[in-house]
């Protein structure tokens, strides 16, 4: 009997969720293991429930209908490359049991020789990174704009994005203060699109020519490789010392934009000025934005310290989490829309500038469409890591423009990928192919997936009956029009090595995102740039940066020298004020609750009474749950996720205190660290940091019964900003569940700025 993959997969959920009761992300696998090692032979297990995979088109973008498993594994049998049985994989064949290696063993070679060159070369940048499945619904609202069919309302565009750090390898850890990357590969019906964002909208250089400059002061030194994924050394902040274009950058990765608490709270922009042409040939320029549902929300400096050391794979595990847990999550995108006029300026801002941005508050973001993420890969190598994405992907309705910057990665990104996935036929690999049917008259190279058929792969022809032929230039009709270049008029000019004049200001932006941050965030900021010029060895190159922030903010620069025990130079240009934009603040809300962690701490000699339903009652709301005890298994049926030993405040995004646990027989410094804490002694220790750390961090805390006396234990007033407490788990958790909502309780920062 034929058993469909999903339907036996769902099974296996539906079972596993009645062992966990409530469901908590990250069951390794579609089928709980068993005790014994298998022996009756079977198929391949199916993908989880919340994986998907690359269309199963050909290389040459037929559909085949083949279920997304037909690229797995297909035998019940172990095999060789050629599809031969094996009967043993764990003996190499010897002369003797004791004798020498036989060079006849064919399978050791092959299986050998395959794992030796399993690796590929990472990414020069962006080489850290997590991907995910999903689709794009457009609005309709970008059609006088642009002709690109995936905007027309109701169209439903699959799509895999691919987030990543920009500085580490790819062994790096998630939360370092470092850029983000935000690519989209759009499968449109005329082809892919891809548009590679960052979550900060401006960028270090203003000429692409200088990016092997910044990325190479960014990397590691070269003597030591060290540091690691990181800016907070020498030659990081010689270079944007000496390129003071660098600063307004520079100034969004010291604030709280550079650790995000998620990437589903992660802003993403295009960076440049695109160019869009709609169906009667009007152009405008155009930059795109990427809103989280969820609203954009960043770690504290503490939490991401710890975090790096705790679970350094956070930013993508949160991903792959919430996608398995149903809390899908969003963004939407918009655009900004500027005249194209000859001059490529809007508000006295050159638009082909892309360290400046253009504020909100003059030109509205207009939402044009929707990006749900809702399957995570199949095989992270095959999508993630293979995943190709360039600029210069484009479809008709969009095109780029003469940003220096844009133009060099219209070079760039073609040429990496020659160096990373083999040759020129990447595109043909399952994660980069399109949806429609292409014929490139591209043949042979490396990994030619292709079975080209014909003898005559140029233009014109007459022995394959003239295909392929070009199609028309009229623009009305979807199915016909073809990618269009805009016809913009270039000006006759001298060649020069040189910006124009508009390039000049590298100030006032990076003052005006200064003055539009709250008190707060002001604080985080002189804290960021305190710490990675202190990581600094040469005085000149803090005293080099000093002076840049003597020309963006006088407080700023005062604060951050004092830090470093250096006189505060005074400015040497005349400072500007701009109008503060609201949009570039992150204090704001209220936004959705879905997938944020809750952390419940439970006594079993406690009263549990309401803990159940509390749990059913925040899973229900498209949060998880996580029980955290004294010890793993169960408690009263209700399994522990985590314990007082493996658990730590990070995980959380609130905390509930549903009783006061005496000091468990681990709570003991020798074999737990973090049974050191300050706090009462009648309270386990490891509970009492964790409620200092989630106060510490401006979180939610809520508690009830014995819970109260617990955070009198840690030291907590239950009269604080963001503490709840009530007679029942439910009265409480209404009350956490509107605080919640702001991310964190910002009263609870102290500030001096």
């Known amino acids: 009997m034929h058993v469909n993959p999903k339907d036996a997969a769902r099974a296996a959920k539906d079972k596993l969720e009645g062992l966990l009761d409530v469901t908590v992300p990250g069951v390794p696998?579609?089928?709980?293991?068993?005790?014994?090692?298998?022996t009756t032979p079977k198929p391949p297990l199916p993908p989880k429930p919340d994986q998907g995979a690359p269309a199963t088109g050909t290389a040459t973008g037929a559909q085949t209908g083949a279920p997304p498993t037909a690229r797995a594994q297909q035998s019940a049998y172990l095999t060789n490359s050629t599809g031969t049985r094996l009967r043993d994989t764990d003996h190499s064949l010897k002369a003797g049991s004791r004798g020498p290696t036989l060079l006849q063993d064919h399978h050791l070679r092959e299986k050998i020789t395959h794992f030796d060159h399993e690796r590929i070369p990472e990414r020069v940048v962006h080489a850290r990174g997590a991907g995910a499945h999903g689709v794009f619904e457009g609005y309709g609202t970008a059609e006088s704009v642009s002709m690109a069919g995936l905007f027309a309302k109701g169209r439903r565009t699959p799509v895999f994005t691919r987030f990543s750090t920009v500085l580490g390898s790819r062994g790096s850890a998630d939360t370092v203060r470092d850029t983000r990357g935000f690519a989209v590969k759009f499968y449109t019906e005329e082809g892919n699109w891809d548009l590679v964002a960052n979550n900060i909208p401006v960028f270090f250089i203003q000429d692409g020519i200088k990016f092997p400059d910044v990325v190479h002061a960014g990397k590691?030194?070269?003597?030591?490789?060290?540091?690691?994924?990181q800016s907070a050394h020498d030659t990081f902040w010689d270079f944007v010392s000496l390129h003071t274009e660098a600063q307004h950058h520079t100034m969004w990765n010291m604030s709280d934009r550079g650790i995000p608490r998620s990437y589903r709270m992660m802003e993403g922009f295009g960076v440049h000025t695109f160019r869009c042409i709609n169906a009667e040939g009007a152009t405008s320029l155009v930059k795109f934005h990427w809103k989280p549902k969820l609203g954009v929300h960043s770690l504290t400096w503490e939490e991401a310290q710890m975090i790096n050391g705790i679970d350094p794979d956070f930013h993508r595990r949160d991903l792959y989490d919430a996608i398995e847990a149903g809390a899908h999550p969003e963004w939407e995108l918009g655009i900004q829309v500027f005249p194209d006029e000859p001059d490529q300026m809007f508000a006295g801002i050159d638009l082909l500038d892309p360290t400046k941005i253009v504020p909100e508050e003059i030109a509205p973001v207009q939402p044009i469409g929707k990006?749900?993420?809702?399957?995570?890969?199949?095989?992270?190598?095959?999508?993630?890591?293979?995943?190709?994405?360039?600029?210069?992907?484009?479809?008709?309705?969009?095109?780029?423009?003469?940003d220096p910057l844009l133009q060099?990665?219209?070079?760039s990104y073609v040429d990496t990928q020659l160096s990373r996935l083999g040759g020129p036929n990447y595109n043909q690999i399952p994660v980069n192919r399109p949806h429609v049917p292409t014929n490139d008259m591209f043949r042979d190279g490396f990994h030619q997936h292709a079975v080209h058929s014909g003898v005559a792969p140029y233009k014109p022809n007459s022995l394959d009956g003239g295909c392929p032929f070009a199609a028309g230039a009229d623009l009305s009709e979807e199915d016909t029009r073809a990618f269009v270049e805009a016809a913009v008029k270039v000006s006759e000019a001298t060649k020069v090595r040189e910006n124009p004049a508009s390039y000049d200001d590298h100030y006032s932006q990076v003052r005006q995102f200064w003055l539009s941050m709250t008190p707060v965030e002001q604080e985080h900021i002189i804290r960021a740039y305190t710490f990675?010029?202190?990581k600094c060895y040469e005085q000149a190159v803090k005293e080099r940066q000093l002076q840049s922030l003597a020309n963006i903010d006088p407080v700023l620069c005062q604060e951050v020298a004092t830090g470093l025990g250096?006189?505060?130079?005074?400015?040497?240009?005349?400072?500007?004020?701009?109008?503060?934009?609201?949009?570039?603040?992150?204090?704001?809300?209220?936004?959705?609750?879905?997938?944020?962690?809750?952390?419940?701490?439970?006594?079993?000699?406690?009263d549990l009474s309401g803990v159940d339903a509390l749990r059913r009652t925040i899973h229900g709301a498209g949060m998880v749950p996580l029980l955290i005890g004294p010890h793993g298994g169960t408690i009263e049926g209700m399994p522990?996720?985590?314990?007082?030993?493996?658990?730590?405040?990070?995980?959380?995004?609130?905390?509930l205190v549903a009783g006061a646990p005496k000091p468990a027989p681990d709570a003991l410094t020798n074999r737990d660290a973090k049974a050191g804490a300050a706090g009462s002694p009648a309270l386990d220790p490891r509970v009492a940091l964790m409620v200092q750390e989630c106060h510490r961090h401006a979180k939610v805390i809520g508690a009830w019964g014995e819970g109260v006396t617990a955070l009198a234990g840690a030291g907590i007033s239950a009269d604080d900003p963001g503490v709840v407490t009530g007679g029942s788990p439910a009265d409480v958790f209404t009350g956490v569940s509107e605080q919640m909502a702001f991310h964190r309780v910002w009263d609870r920062f102290p500030t001096a700025v």
């Open 29 to 38: 696998g579609p089928a709980p293991a068993t005790l014994e090692e298998p």
């Open 566 to 606: 250096l006189p505060a130079p005074e400015p040497t240009i005349e400072l500007q004020d701009l109008e503060p934009s609201p949009a570039l603040s992150q204090v704001k809300g209220p936004f959705p609750p879905d997938g944020r962690m809750i952390g419940i701490v439970v006594d079993p000699d406690g």
């Open 640 to 655: 522990v996720q985590r314990t007082f030993a493996t658990g730590r405040s990070v995980e959380v995004d609130v905390l």
């Open 371 to 402: 990006l749900t993420l809702n399957a995570n890969p199949t095989n992270f190598f095959a999508e993630t890591e293979q995943v190709a994405f360039h600029v210069g992907h484009l479809v008709p309705g969009i095109d780029v423009t003469d």
């Open 532 to 534: 990675e010029l202190g």
């Open 408 to 411: 060099t990665r219209l070079f």
């Open 220 to 229: 590691p030194h070269p003597d030591r490789e060290i540091p690691q994924a």
